[in-house]
């Protein structure tokens, strides 16, 4: 049965030519004149892309010749520059269009770049998040996906992107961007903005649900339960395309970033304590507390220091809270 379950699932995947007929970038540009857009899914505008270290380049100039080439998606700490994951610069990628797609409305999907920029198209600003700046007080950090929508006169479309980040550990483009007609762009975002909505009320009404029953019926299972539901609702809308972020877009930049951190950590410490109070024979009392006590405990400077010192701590987080899921694991199947 496994073999036949292995040999169905690479009939799919080589009988679908779109997974290798996709160019990639090299060298600053991308050919998709083989590409009809509007008979294609968005393609997505990954691979070599140039950029110019600490260089904001005016839209409007023809191009240096100090480009480096670096990968899209990919944080700015893997790439072979020199200042790191703190700095700015400027994302430049040519596209070669079909001549068919000529004329057409295409829709560029921006996933959330750390920590501010500005897109150019063709010259013309089409897009910003937050404020780019050369120092740290000179910037101000957003997160914001966002789709923008344009007509090429001709096949050759360029992207420019201004980026800066001094706010968190990670700087540059690190989700890939993707570019198709108006319409796919469109239904793709609101299938994943409907999806995303779905799971966050469904935990959003278990946590209410569970947490109101404990006043009716005093159990510790049922109320930790509510608790790690409405920690993880939280975390479901600030993450992806950020819910939060576009249903309030006044919430700051900081209070966002704790809040995505903090209800993880603490979601997944609350869902512990559940599952030991639903099987207390099974699970050590000592370590079921402790696990969940030491994580709160250690992420609480999380609430009162800014996001470029905690998020650089999220190596630790993330292994305590793998820790405590393969505790869970464990006790639970051994």
């Given at each position: 049965?496994?073999?036949?379950?292995?040999?169905?699932?690479?009939?799919i995947?080589?009988?679908?030519?779109a997974v290798?007929?996709m160019?990639?970038?090299?060298?600053?540009?991308i050919?998709?004149?083989?590409v009809?857009?509007?008979?294609?899914?968005?393609?997505a505008?990954?691979?070599g892309?140039h950029?110019?270290e600490?260089?904001?380049?005016?839209?409007?100039?023809?191009v240096s010749?100090?480009a480096?080439?670096?990968?899209?998606?990919?944080v700015?700490?893997?790439?072979?520059?020199q200042?790191?994951?703190?700095g700015?610069?400027?994302y430049?990628?040519?596209?070669?269009?079909?001549?068919?797609?000529v004329?057409r409305?295409?829709?560029?999907?921006?996933?959330?770049?750390?920590?501010?920029?500005?897109?150019?198209?063709?010259?013309?600003?089409?897009a910003?998040a937050g404020?780019i700046?050369t120092?740290?007080e000179?910037?101000?950090p957003?997160?914001?996906?966002?789709t923008?929508?344009?007509?090429?006169e001709?096949?050759t479309?360029?992207?420019m992107?201004?980026?800066s980040?001094?706010a968190q550990?990670?700087?540059?483009?690190?989700?890939e961007?993707?570019?198709?007609?108006?319409?796919?762009?469109?239904?793709?975002?609101q299938?994943?903005?409907?999806?995303?909505?779905?799971?966050a009320?469904?935990?959003?009404?278990?946590?209410?649900f569970h947490?109101?029953?404990?006043l009716i019926?005093?159990?510790k299972?049922t109320?930790?339960?509510?608790?790690?539901?409405?920690?993880?609702f939280?975390?479901?809308?600030?993450?992806?395309?950020?819910?939060?972020?576009?249903?309030?877009?006044?919430?700051?930049?900081?209070l966002?970033?704790?809040?995505e951190?903090?209800?993880v950590y603490?979601?997944?410490?609350?869902?512990?304590?559940y599952v030991?109070?639903?099987?207390?024979?099974?699970l050590?009392?000592?370590l079921?507390?402790?696990?969940p006590?030491?994580?709160?405990?250690?992420?609480?400077?999380?609430?009162v220091?800014?996001?470029?010192?905690?998020?650089?701590w999220?190596?630790l987080?993330s292994?305590?809270t793998?820790?405590?899921?393969?505790?869970?694991?464990?006790?639970?199947?051994?």
């Amino acid at each position: 049965m496994r073999i036949v379950v292995c040999c169905l699932m690479l009939f799919i995947w080589f009988s679908n030519p779109a997974v290798h007929a996709m160019p990639l970038a090299e060298e600053g540009e991308i050919d998709l004149s083989a590409v009809e857009l509007s008979n294609s899914e968005p393609v997505a505008l990954n691979g070599g892309w140039h950029f110019y270290e600490r260089v904001f380049l005016d839209p409007e100039q023809s191009v240096s010749d100090s480009a480096k080439v670096i990968q899209v998606p990919a944080v700015w700490g893997s790439q072979p520059l020199q200042m790191g994951n703190r700095g700015y610069g400027t994302y430049r990628l040519a596209v070669k269009l079909n001549e068919d797609d000529v004329g057409r409305t295409l829709g560029l999907d921006i996933p959330s770049i750390a920590s501010a920029y500005v897109l150019y198209i063709n010259g013309s600003q089409a897009a910003e998040a937050g404020r780019i700046g050369t120092s740290r007080e000179a910037m101000i950090p957003a997160a914001r996906p966002q789709t923008v929508y344009f007509t090429p006169e001709s096949r050759t479309v360029e992207l420019m992107l201004h980026v800066s980040n001094f706010a968190q550990r990670k700087g540059g483009m690190w989700a890939e961007m993707k570019l198709g007609i108006a319409e796919r762009i469109a239904e793709a975002k609101q299938h994943r903005m409907l999806f995303q909505t779905f799971v966050a009320a469904g935990l959003l009404l278990m946590g209410i649900f569970h947490v109101g029953y404990c006043l009716i019926r005093a159990e510790k299972s049922t109320f930790f339960f509510g608790l790690a539901c409405l920690f993880l609702f939280v975390r479901s809308v600030f993450v992806g395309d950020i819910l939060a972020v576009q249903l309030v877009p006044s919430i700051p930049w900081e209070l966002a970033v704790k809040l995505e951190y903090i209800s993880v950590y603490w979601g997944i410490s609350f869902l512990v304590l559940y599952v030991y109070h639903l099987y207390p024979n099974n699970l050590n009392r000592m370590l079921s507390h402790g696990l969940p006590l030491f994580m709160i405990g250690i992420t609480l400077p999380v609430l009162v220091l800014p996001a470029r010192i905690y998020t650089e701590w999220m190596l630790l987080y993330s292994l305590l809270t793998l820790g405590q899921i393969l505790y869970l694991v464990c006790r639970l199947l051994l």
